[in-house]
């Protein structure tokens, strides 16, 4: 039989106090009350517990032994009780995020420090993936959670927006352009633009794009050599234009700066989760929601 561990938490009171009275009052229940469990705890364990009188309680031999090995017994069980509620709460656990290289830069990092810092009991563990493998990595499990740039399409999934970003073009520094607080998407159109491969985010890629389908003349678009060009040598020579959401200031290389344009639309940054959701999914949902609106990411 499972012990009470209410009537055994009273008895520890009691053999501190050794006075019915004294322990009854400290628990905060009535004396007949407290001696009526003493008498079920006693039944439950077979032997007496304690020798009464009608001045003190004494400890029987069992009574001592059950009060030194007690405790830390009790301590047990409630980190068992505390652990048990961490994880229901999804405050406990290994929580794998698979993020796309242009979430990386700012968002990504801001989601996983305050998952860490605010839960103790989580490690978390984050990786860059393809674009559009993340959808259907979080759908079969292979990672809990994915960042997004973009609504990526895909099964089994629930997207959350978690961000949205004004777009601009980031181009040199001694760009003619840059001279400019904000540029009209039709001057930026008369200079060639810097599109990654649209095979490495095919939602981002035509977003981009289509900024530019009403323009004359069409502008041209190049396609780095690599899909995450970190020298970027064309921009920096002033070469070509890369139209590019806010975020991208985060990660500048020198030489580089970023200009909104004015009267495009937002891109957009999406958390993305199984559709059949756990505690430790709650969770993450709920502290993107929180970050979001601390930091203001869905402001219009």
Do not use: C
């Amino acid at each position: 039989m499972a012990p009470d561990t209410v009537s055994l938490r009273y008895f520890l009171v009691l053999a501190q106090e050794l006075n019915f009275t004294r322990a009854a009052a400290r628990i905060g229940i009535a004396q007949p009350a407290l001696s009526a469990r003493m008498r079920r705890l006693e039944a439950e364990l077979g032997t007496a517990l304690l020798v009464r009188n009608t001045r003190s309680v004494v400890l029987t031999t069992a009574g001592a032994a059950l009060a030194e090995s007690a405790p830390p017994a009790l301590a047990a069980l409630d980190r068992a009780w505390d652990t048990a509620r961490s994880a229901a709460a999804g405050e406990l656990g290994t929580l794998r995020i698979g993020y796309s290289l242009s979430a990386g830069a700012e968002t990504a990092p801001a989601l996983v420090d305050r998952l860490i810092r605010g839960n103790s009991g989580l490690e978390v563990g984050a990786v860059p993936m393809a674009t559009p493998e993340i959808s259907p990595a979080v759908a079969d499990g292979r990672i809990d959670a994915g960042i997004t740039r973009g609504e990526q399409p895909g099964r089994g999934v629930r997207r959350f927006l978690l961000r949205r970003m004004r777009v601009g073009v980031q181009l040199a520094q001694h760009h003619p352009l840059a001279e400019h607080p904000e540029i009209e998407i039709a001057d930026v159109a008369a200079y060639p633009l810097r599109l990654p491969d649209r095979a490495a985010n095919p939602v981002i890629h035509d977003q981009l794009s289509a900024l530019f389908r009403d323009t004359r003349p069409h502008p041209r678009f190049h396609t780095p050599a690599v899909s995450f060009d970190m020298s970027q040598r064309d921009l920096r020579d002033g070469v070509t234009l890369a139209p590019a959401g806010e975020a991208a200031v985060t990660a500048q290389p020198a030489g580089l700066t970023w200009r909104p344009l004015r009267g495009a639309p937002s891109l957009t940054i999406h958390l993305v989760l199984p559709r059949e959701q756990w505690p430790l999914h709650r969770r993450i949902r709920a502290v993107a929601k929180t970050l979001a609106h601390e930091l203001h990411w869905l402001s219009d």
